[in-house]
């Protein structure tokens, strides 16, 4: 699925429903990207499992990995997700769906001195 600047609001609003419908909650947050004006593509393989989400445009790339699970984000998602953005010379974008997800001090400090940066993102 792409996003572009250029299309109409109501192609916007179709995509978006689709990809909520076929993705879920990582639809959801793919869909913002494409209002942005984003191209996104959905479960890019890699030998490490799927990168969620890669977001492209304005010169820029982005690895996405959607973290929904009521608990605290292990240290070892952090570090796949940082290996997979190197796959695809990607940066590495940690999203928080919810109020569930917690991150506690150690990974924290990880996702910061590794460039990670952290997002959460809460349903509409």
Same mark, same amino acid.
């Given at each position: 699925?792409? +996003?572009?600047?250029?299309? =109409? !609001?109501?192609?916007?609003?179709?995509?978006?429903?689709?990809?909520?419908?076929?993705? *879920?909650?990582?639809?959801?947050?793919?869909?913002?990207?494409?209002?942005?004006?984003?191209?996104?593509?959905?479960?890019?393989?890699?030998?490490? *499992?799927?990168?969620?989400?890669?977001?492209?445009?304005?010169?820029?790339?982005?690895?996405?990995?959607?973290? =929904? $699970?009521?608990?605290?984000?292990?240290?070892?998602?952090?570090?796949? !997700?940082?290996?997979?953005?190197?796959?695809?010379?990607?940066?590495?974008?940690?999203?928080?769906? =919810?109020? +569930?997800?917690?991150?506690? $001090?150690?990974?924290?400090?990880?996702?910061?001195?590794? *460039?990670?940066?952290?997002?959460?993102?809460?349903?509409?």
């Amino acid at each position: 699925m792409q +996003g572009c600047f250029w299309m =109409s !609001l109501a192609r916007i609003r179709l995509l978006q429903r689709i990809l909520k419908e076929k993705y *879920g909650i990582v639809g959801e947050v793919a869909a913002r990207y494409v209002e942005a004006g984003y191209h996104v593509r959905l479960m890019h393989p890699t030998r490490y *499992g799927p990168i969620h989400i890669v977001v492209t445009g304005n010169k820029d790339r982005m690895a996405i990995e959607v973290f =929904s $699970d009521p608990k605290p984000v292990p240290i070892e998602v952090v570090k796949t !997700l940082i290996e997979k953005a190197k796959l695809v010379k990607a940066r590495p974008i940690l999203v928080l769906y =919810s109020d +569930g997800p917690k991150l506690t $001090d150690e990974v924290y400090k990880f996702c910061k001195e590794n *460039g990670v940066k952290i997002r959460r993102i809460r349903p509409q």
